[in-house]
């Protein structure tokens, strides 16, 4: 008996508590499972902090576009008066009056502008010429009238030789071409220097102004010298390639 009452009362306990439960239940969505878990996500105040300095930010800069509009709006009346009002011929008497005013100052600074001009080329092309590197220097320690009777094929050897050496490609060392392409890029670029640096010696020489400049006859004649150098070196580099397209097949001898 004790134990049926027990029974009926856990019964009714149990149907109180399930009925209770699914009053106090909140609705769900359809897709939804019904015992699916609900989590309390928190709203992430940085993201709106975020959107708040941006919208912050797009205001002002259409404030400050806003602000140089009007500026330039009342600044256009005053420009259209000015055009209204110019006379060329107040300029032209005033720019006359000007230059009539400061024409040895004129005279003096653009005299001395030119000086500091023809230091600086000639000062750039003596740097270019002497570096290390410089064809024109190839065999310095040999008289140019000894090398030019040397061996042909002798002067060929050591001047590749020389190329591959000082050209040479570190990323592929077994390249051939590169160290011949580099070098008559320079020895181009040297013939101009010196073809420019012979250029103004000369007209320097011509208007008698070679004290101004520190140039005298020894000058001119080694610059002379430097591109007879420089056109030797590259008729020897010439011939060789001529020879090794020969050699190579790539032309084929008259018959």
Same mark, same amino acid.
């Given at each position: 008996?004790?134990?049926?009452?027990?029974?009926?009362?856990?019964?009714?306990?149990?149907?109180?508590?399930?009925?209770?439960?699914?009053?106090?239940?909140?609705?769900?969505?359809?897709?939804?499972?019904?015992?699916?878990?609900?989590?309390?996500?928190?709203?992430?105040?940085?993201?709106?902090?975020?959107?708040?300095?941006?919208?912050?930010?797009?205001?002002?800069?259409?404030?400050?576009?806003?602000?140089?509009?009007?500026?330039?709006?009342?600044?256009?009346? +005053?420009? @259209?008066?000015?055009?209204? !009002?110019? &006379?060329?011929?107040?300029?032209?008497?005033?720019?006359?009056?000007?230059? *009539? =005013?400061?024409?040895?100052?004129?005279?003096?600074?653009?005299?001395?502008?030119?000086?500091?001009?023809?230091?600086?080329?000639?000062?750039?092309?003596?740097?270019?010429?002497?570096?290390?590197?410089?064809?024109?220097?190839?065999?310095?320690?040999?008289?140019?009238?000894?090398?030019y009777t040397r061996p042909q094929e002798l002067l060929?050897?050591?001047?590749?030789?020389?190329?591959?050496?000082?050209?040479?490609?570190?990323?592929?060392?077994?390249?051939?071409?590169?160290?011949?392409?580099?070098?008559?890029?320079?020895?181009?670029?040297?013939?101009?220097?010196?073809? +420019?640096? @012979?250029?103004?010696?000369? !007209?320097? &020489?011509?208007?008698?102004?070679?004290?101004?400049?520190?140039?005298?006859? *020894? =000058?001119?004649?080694?610059?002379?010298?430097?591109?007879?150098?420089?056109?030797?070196?590259?008729?020897?580099?010439?011939?060789?390639?001529?020879?090794?397209?020969?050699?190579?097949?790539?032309?084929?001898?008259?018959?």
């Amino acid at each position: 008996m004790k134990y049926r009452i027990w029974r009926y009362l856990s019964l009714f306990i149990f149907s109180s508590f399930v009925i209770t439960q699914g009053n106090n239940r909140t609705s769900l969505p359809s897709d939804q499972a019904p015992y699916a878990p609900r989590f309390n996500v928190p709203i992430n105040n940085y993201n709106n902090h975020q959107i708040y300095l941006d919208s912050k930010n797009i205001t002002k800069n259409k404030n400050e576009s806003t602000q140089t509009t009007m500026i330039l709006l009342s600044i256009m009346p +005053r420009l @259209l008066d000015y055009a209204k !009002s110019f &006379n060329p011929k107040l300029y032209k008497q005033y720019t006359g009056q000007w230059l *009539k =005013k400061n024409k040895y100052k004129i005279i003096k600074y653009s005299i001395f502008g030119c000086y500091v001009t023809i230091w600086l080329l000639l000062l750039s092309s003596h740097y270019y010429l002497n570096q290390p590197d410089s064809w024109s220097n190839w065999q310095a320690g040999i008289p140019f009238t000894e090398l030019y009777t040397r061996p042909q094929e002798l002067l060929q050897q050591e001047l590749i030789f020389d190329i591959q050496k000082r050209y040479i490609n570190k990323q592929n060392p077994t390249d051939f071409i590169s160290p011949f392409v580099t070098f008559l890029n320079r020895i181009n670029s040297e013939e101009k220097y010196v073809d +420019r640096y @012979l250029t103004m010696l000369n !007209s320097i &020489n011509h208007l008698y102004s070679r004290r101004l400049f520190l140039i005298n006859e *020894k =000058k001119i004649k080694e610059i002379e010298l430097r591109k007879q150098r420089l056109t030797f070196v590259k008729q020897v580099f010439l011939s060789w390639a001529a020879e090794y397209n020969i050699n190579q097949g790539k032309i084929k001898q008259p018959t």
